[in-house]
């Protein structure tokens, strides 16, 4: 459980310092380190907490179980992760109805699968794990409303064709991961029995 925690705080710890650090904090940084050199360390610390948050969670198996959740949760779940993927996809895609939408599509995207998991998995690895990232989602959004970043404005142009691959690209993704890669990546079958 040790790598799991230290993996969360050094991975939230790096996103969360860019999100409430002062604007005038992180230009001084990203000044005297270069813009290159501040992101390559950004994102060496980042991998770094990630390995140790997937190395963690593993090796924390079995843990204590805090709740058993009701075997519909598990379907309520597999429904919701088709949302987080169509709006993971749409996050990467060109502003279509869905990204004006909900503004900020990745976050929404990480609350939901975040949620979904709690609702289906009563281990404390993972109410650990998801609940981290539940609440990283939850201040993320809230950093952003304060600073004004609403994500595309009102005037910003729609794009269909970011909508159509954003539903193909995470129908697509979905059905991968529900199908064959869950049990390869994560040790589970993501079909509830």
Known sequence: ??????????????????????????????????????????????????????????????????????????????????FAMIFLAAAYLPTGRIKKAVKHPMLLAVKIWAFGHLLANGELNSVILFGSFLAYGVLDRIALKKR?????????????????????????AYLAIFLWLHPILFGVVALPA
């Open 1 to 82: 459980m040790t790598y799991l925690i230290l993996g969360l705080v050094i991975f939230f710890g790096t996103h969360l310092f860019t999100t409430y650090r002062s604007r005038e904090a992180g230009k001084d940084i990203k000044a005297k380190m270069g813009a290159g050199p501040y992101m390559g360390l950004y994102s060496l610390v980042s991998i770094a907490g990630f390995v140790l948050i997937v190395w963690g969670y593993g090796a924390a198996r079995p843990a204590p179980i805090l709740y058993w959740p009701p075997p519909a949760m598990a379907h309520i779940n597999l429904a919701l992760m088709l």
């Open 148 to 172: 004004g970043d609403n994500g595309p404005g009102p005037d910003a142009a729609v794009n269909v064709m970011g909508d159509v691959g954003a539903v193909v690209i995470g129908v697509g």
